[in-house]
């Protein structure tokens, strides 16, 4: 493979597409939630969030370096297909591009928006080196997507339901990710919570904002906001495995434990926003023709 066409792939691979896409589509499903009609303010939004998202796996790589060539060696940073120029110049563009295309939807999205790529920002060049509180910043981040997504509809309050559980369910993945990374992190010199407290002790720990998210998925049906579509998905593709994580997570927390919890979880996203989107679909197509 030429330089060029490694460089090319590189700028693709190191902004996490299909991480990217999930973003895009939890802003989408904030959007239904919050009853938007399908046109040019949620595909922005969409978008918006997506280079925001992009941007900050980039600025997240520079960062993360050195620990990257011990735990992920793979990545186009560690393996030389871009350099630090290239990257830097990259994450500017991204994290410039999303809160642009963020403030022409509005003041209440584009400062949104703005304080997200900030957000993403501090997080890799300090708060990830924090026992806690980074992954608490990402947790809320994620969960800002839906809330994102939700601006741009007349219902903005029910997209916060998605909003507060994507929260508890990203803030145990970090608390696995933060396990697996544990032995390039403790090289690198990190302080994060596995570093300080140990791998098991973190991913025991990770059981608790996972079981929350168990206790208060069946609540939006109970309540009335959300059908019986949600509950049964909820129910089985969610939960059921996010039960399963917390037995394996108490089990056996070493670090391989955690990776594979980690991956695992990465693909109960897509339940949860089948099971929120899904549900809203039907109320939402009336919509679309307005």
């Known amino acids: 493979m030429s330089r060029l066409r490694r460089g090319l792939v590189g700028l693709v691979v190191i902004?996490?597409?299909?991480?990217?896409?999930?973003?895009?589509?939890?802003?989408?499903?904030?959007g239904v939630c919050a009853e938007a009609r399908w046109g040019s303010p949620l595909v922005l939004a969409c978008l918006s969030a997506a280079l925001i998202a992009a941007g900050g796996y980039v600025v997240n790589d520079l960062f993360d370096l050195e620990v990257d060539r011990i735990n992920r060696p793979g990545r186009p940073l560690p393996r030389g297909d871009l350099s630090l120029r290239q990257a830097g110049v990259w994450a500017i563009t991204l994290l410039g591009a999303g809160p642009l295309l963020a403030w022409t939807l509005g003041r209440a999205t584009g400062l949104t928006a703005t304080g997200v790529a900030v957000g993403l920002v501090l997080y890799a060049a300090y708060l990830k080196r924090t026992a806690f509180v980074g992954h608490v910043l990402v947790a809320v981040m994620s969960g800002t997507a839906f809330a994102y997504g939700g601006m741009v509809g007349p219902r903005t309050d029910t997209s916060l339901v998605p909003a507060i559980l994507a929260g508890a369910f990203h803030l145990g993945r970090e608390m696995f990710k933060a396990a697996a990374d544990w032995l390039g992190d403790r090289r690198g010199g990190l302080r994060t919570m596995a570093v300080r407290w140990g791998v098991k002790k973190t991913c025991r720990l990770a059981i608790v904002?996972?079981?929350?998210?168990?206790?208060?998925?069946?609540?939006?049906?109970?309540?009335?906001?959300?059908?019986?579509?949600?509950?049964?998905?909820?129910?089985?593709?969610?939960?059921?495995?996010?039960?399963?994580?917390?037995?394996?997570?108490?089990?056996?927390?070493?670090?391989?434990?955690?990776?594979?919890?980690?991956?695992?979880?990465?693909?109960?996203?897509?339940?949860?926003?089948?099971?929120?989107?899904?549900?809203?679909?039907l109320n939402w197509l009336p919509l679309i023709g307005r």
């Open 15 to 30: 902004t996490r597409p299909g991480n990217v896409l999930l973003t895009a589509v939890s802003v989408a499903v904030g």
């Open 209 to 281: 904002p996972l079981a929350v998210v168990v206790v208060l998925s069946p609540l939006p049906t109970v309540w009335g906001w959300f059908g019986s579509f949600y509950l049964i998905t909820v129910t089985v593709g969610v939960d059921t495995v996010l039960l399963y994580a917390m037995y394996r997570a108490w089990q056996s927390p070493d670090m391989k434990t955690a990776q594979r919890l980690a991956d695992l979880l990465k693909w109960d996203m897509v339940a949860g926003l089948v099971a929120v989107g899904g549900d809203r679909w």
